[in-house]
């Protein structure tokens, strides 16, 4: 048997029957496992399989065939798996693929985007508001030196802290730098602010890729990262670590359903 390779990918793009693409994703991954979310707005999703596998439902996604290229552009982010990330393949309709909780989103049109290696230059900037964009319990695990953790238990909590501190950052001349851990909330996040008369900046990739492309990424970044799936976290080496949800939810008693609705994962 071949080592277990996991993919991460999302591409937000105009998706007019939501259904009938899930259909055709469930045909392409009948030998893989993971979760894909399909919405009006694009598509995220994890997989897991052996390499060819990976390769070549990588292939048929990103194939000018299908649905006219529309996923060409994806960018897929590759990681090695000791545990088997997922027990079951979930291909669901939703109404969004990352529920920011504001309408008319249109995450086509984004912040600006930075490269890894420029992101390390970037956040040492005095100007430069460095901004978490996931869970208090993620940033806890681990994050960028001298990134604010907003303080949010769920995503749609990001524009409440938002809205309270743009006023300030603008009349401070500040320009906003977000991560996340693959790009997708901080594509949503910054396309929402686009308005705003702000500087946004975003990791292109998010920290998975800053991982990939920068070899001495302990320079910039604490601890691990937190990833949705079987494996937990992982080291800046993409290296599955040894923590476990127990762990991960410890010092939080308001995540106990987090750790609850992660051991059904588990048990799945």
Same mark, same amino acid.
């Given at each position: ?109 984004? #912040? &600006? ?8 230059? *970037?956040?040492?900037?005095?100007? @430069?508001?460095? /901004? ?50 693959? #790009? &997708? ?8 602010? *686009?308005?705003?008369?702000?500087? @946004?900046?975003? /990791? ?51 995540? &106990? ?12």
């Amino acid at each position: 048997m071949q080592d277990i390779i996991h993919t991460a990918f999302y591409q937000f793009v105009p998706l007019h029957d939501p259904e009938s693409v899930a259909v055709e994703l469930r045909a392409m991954c009948l030998m893989l496992l993971g979760s894909i979310l399909v919405a009006r707005e694009g598509i995220n999703g994890m997989v897991a399989g052996e390499h060819d596998e990976i390769a070549a439902f990588e292939g048929a996604l990103t194939s000018p065939h299908f649905l006219d290229g529309k996923f060409q552009a994806i960018h897929f982010k590759r990681s090695p798996c000791k545990t088997i990330p997922f027990k079951k393949l979930k291909v669901h309709v939703k109404p969004e693929i990352v529920p920011l909780g504001i309408a008319d989103v249109d995450a086509t049109k984004t #912040g &600006i985007n930075v490269s890894p290696a420029d992101w390390r230059e *970037l956040i040492t900037q005095d100007d @430069v508001v460095l /901004l978490d964009n996931r869970n208090s319990f993620e940033y806890r695990l681990g994050h960028f030196d001298g990134a604010i953790d907003p303080g949010v238990t769920n995503f749609r909590d990001f524009p409440r802290y938002v809205a309270a501190h743009i006023d300030e950052w603008k009349r401070d001349g500040k320009k906003v730098a977000m991560y996340c851990t693959g #790009g &997708i909330r901080c594509e949503k996040t910054s396309a929402w602010m *686009l308005p705003m008369d702000v500087p @946004v900046y975003q /990791l292109e990739g998010g920290i998975l890729n800053y991982f990939k492309e920068m070899p001495d990424a302990e320079r910039d970044w604490q601890g691990e990262c937190f990833v949705f799936d079987n494996r937990v976290a992982l080291d800046t080496k993409l290296n599955e670590t040894d923590t476990s949800v127990d762990e991960v939810y410890a010092e939080s008693p308001d995540e &106990i359903w987090r750790l609850a609705r992660a051991k059904r994962l588990d048990e799945a």
